[in-house]
């Protein structure tokens, strides 16, 4: 049976764990407020020039520009986008899981992989996939260099044939506590769904057709991938702060429950004692008699 000490000792650590997961709870919370605002502004704007985008490609033959181009070859590359850290709760386990899903519904000959965040990074070294390339360490200070940067190695892998399809898979952001799991198709850019009775009107370019594809393509995955990094981000931090909250909540709960043990144990010792001082003064009164 646990003595007092052991008791205390326990209860102790579990004071100083909650500490610390209120800490990380409060931590989360002020840096979710900023990563919420960021992305409800920004979201507006990409799926706007997602739309655009869509009706450009509708209305304009592929070979117009290489990042319309459709190729058959069915090689993808997927980029997997999850935290630094963990103390999240499952959010990098569903991302790994949704992609591990895909990647086996996907034909392994071709296929490479792009990881983004150490939790996907330590998963898929021990695997047998190719990892084309990792971005680590820089979701604190998140930033449109960093999509840029990542934008143009996946546009550089497809204009030069290596790849021909690119997926995006990562925690969108919907509330604190809850973050849904999508996959995207980044490249192709693929053409908006009309109506089969609707009418396909052509644009009119200015300055020309070549020009505004050249600048809106690239600028568009740039601005895809962005959004992607920003959902993971204000989602990672939802999933934290939720998580930290049950584990501040579930110590607490510990903590009386281990009071409540300390002071029965306690109850049962002064108990003992006080049977052994009226034991030891009935055996001095009888001794005393004889």
Known sequence: MATLRDIRRRIRAVQSTQKITRAMKLVAAAKLRRAQERILEARPYAHKMSDLLGNLALRTAPERHPLLARREGGRRQIVIITADKGL???????????SLEFIRQSEEAGLTLVVVGRKARDHYRRRAWTVKSEMLGFFDRLAYSHAAELSTRLIQDYLTE??????????????????????????????????????VVDYLYEPSADAILAALLPRHVTIQAYRALMESLAAEYGARMTAMEAATKNASE???LLTIQYNKARQER?????????GGAEALRQSAEA
């Open 162 to 199: 290596e790849t021909d399809e690119i997926h995006l898979i990562y925690n969108e952001f919907r509330s604190v506590s809850v973050q849904r799991v999508v996959r995207e198709q980044l490249l192709p850019i693929t053409p908006a769904a009309v109506p089969a009775d609707a009418a």
């Open 270 to 278: 002064i108990t003992k004692e006080l049977l052994d001082i009226v």
């Open 254 to 256: 510990m903590i009386d």
């Open 88 to 98: 999240c709760g499952a959010f990098n386990t569903n991302v790994i899981r949704r």
